[in-house]
Nanobody, 123 residues
Framework: QVQLVESGGGLVRAGGSLRLSCKAS????????MGWYRQAPGKQRELVAV???????NYADSVKDRFTISRDNAKNMVNLQMNSLKPEDTAVYYC?????????????????WGRGTQVTVSS
C-alpha cells in the first residue's frame, strides 16, 4: 500500500504565501515524477507543477514565477512554495506521484493520489 499525505493548506489573503508538503509512504521502490494538481469548484482538475527524480520541473503558465516545486528523493517528499497568491488560486490541491513498487518478482508502476488539501485565497 502506498499513501500520499498532504499538509500545509489553509486560508490566506491575496498576495500572501503558503507552502504545501506531501510525503509518500509504503513499500516504495522508486518515484519517477511527483507533482501537484488542483481542482476549483466547477472546474476540471489541472496540473500545477511537476518535478522528476532528476529535478526537471514543469509549471502551469498561470503559476510560473510565483510557485516553486521542490523534492527530497530520500524522503519521498515534494513541496510547493506558493507566493503572490491570487483568489483564482483557490482550489483543492492534490499531490500526485508515479510510484514503482516491488510486486512479487517484478516491478509495478502506478499513479497515486493524495486526498487533497484546501487552499483558499481571499481578496
Amino acid at each position: 500500500q502506498v499513501q500520499l499525505v498532504e499538509s500545509g493548506g489553509g486560508l490566506v489573503r491575496a498576495g500572501g504565501s503558503l507552502r504545501l508538503s506531501c510525503k509518500a509512504s509504503g513499500s516504495i521502490f522508486s518515484i519517477r515524477v511527483m507533482g501537484w494538481y488542483r481542482q476549483a469548484p466547477g472546474k476540471q482538475r489541472e496540473l500545477v507543477a511537476v518535478i522528476t527524480s532528476g529535478g526537471t520541473t514543469n509549471y502551469a503558465d498561470s503559476v510560473k514565477d510565483r510557485f516553486t516545486i521542490s523534492r527530497d528523493n530520500a524522503k519521498n517528499m515534494v513541496n510547493l512554495q506558493m507566493n503572490s497568491l491570487k483568489p483564482e488560486d483557490t482550489a483543492v490541491y492534490y499531490c500526485n506521484a508515479d510510484v514503482t513498487v516491488v510486486a512479487g518478482t517484478k516491478l509495478d508502476t502506478f499513479e497515486a493520489w493524495g486526498r487533497g488539501t484546501q487552499v483558499t485565497v481571499s481578496s
